[in-house]
């Protein structure tokens, strides 16, 4: 957990210092034109520029949710994989965006989908969302798994039963 979310933080961190010293609002650039523009945007909010101007309170929140998380990974040790590295990409995400809040008073955005009109965003705001759906998945196929799993005390007394000779085929 500790190696991605420092890797991610890192990249992160790394993207948002190459592009934060153009001017607000800037095109810097089309890695895939028509597609993904680069525009430096200063955030104040939340996503989609929810709640603006409450950097502040909104560092608070992330860093609490950053903290569960991290305490759900530990009270929580039979996590699979993929709940985990879901985890370690939304405390990463939720990271680089409290160091920009705390640091600078907004959040450094900078991807911006060419293609369809939506707000622009940053890495860490990638692995807040991929690691929320990593997470979820995880819990969908754990759920799925224990849906498919015979009942334990269904199968005890099952058992308990074909022991002392009596099943459900003995008793019609």
Not at 34 to 44: E, S, Y
Not at 69 to 97: C, E, R
Not at 110 to 115: D, G, L, N, Q
Not at 138 to 160: F, L, N, Q, T
């Amino acid at each position: 957990m500790v190696v991605i979310i420092v890797a991610w933080l890192a990249i992160d961190q790394a993207t948002k210092s190459a592009f934060d010293a153009a001017a607000v609002g800037s095109h810097l650039g089309s890695p895939i034109p028509g597609v993904i523009d680069f525009t430096l945007v200063h955030n104040t909010g939340g996503a989609w520029g929810m709640m603006g101007d409450m950097t502040i309170i909104l560092g608070i929140v992330s860093l609490a949710v950053c903290a569960a998380a991290v305490v759900y990974v530990i009270a929580v040790p039979d996590q699979s994989t993929l709940a985990v590295v879901g985890l370690a990409l939304v405390v990463a995400g939720g990271l680089g965006n409290v160091i920009d809040r705390f640091a600078h008073g907004y959040v450094i955005d900078f991807i911006e989908p060419a293609f369809i009109d939506f707000p622009v965003f940053n890495v860490a705001d990638i692995g807040v969302t991929c690691g929320i759906a990593l997470f979820v998945l995880s819990m969908v196929i754990e759920w799925r798994r224990a849906s498919r799993r015979p009942d334990a005390d269904a199968e005890d007394a099952v058992g308990a039963g074909r022991a002392a000779g009596t099943d459900d085929e003995d008793r019609s």
